[in-house]
């Protein structure tokens, strides 16, 4: 599975399926992330940069 992909899989639109996927992300000690900025509308570009910019590690 690709990044895109993955990014797309993420997106949640009920606040309740929100907490639980949260739940299980701390659980698993997994790394939760949120843009700075906003989207009106969230399009295939945009998940396109967001799946680019995951590729770099900052150390």
């Not at 997106?11 to 997994?30: P, S, Y």
């Not at 992330?33 to 900052?58: K, M, P, T």
């Amino acid at each position: 599975m690709n990044k895109l992909q993955l990014i797309k899989d993420k997106i949640i639109f009920k606040k309740e399926d929100a907490f639980n996927r949260l739940q299980t992300w701390r659980f698993k000690d997994e790394k939760i992330v949120f843009s700075n900025g906003c989207f009106d509308i969230v399009h295939r570009g945009h998940l396109e940069y967001l799946a680019s910019a995951a590729q770099w590690e900052i150390k």
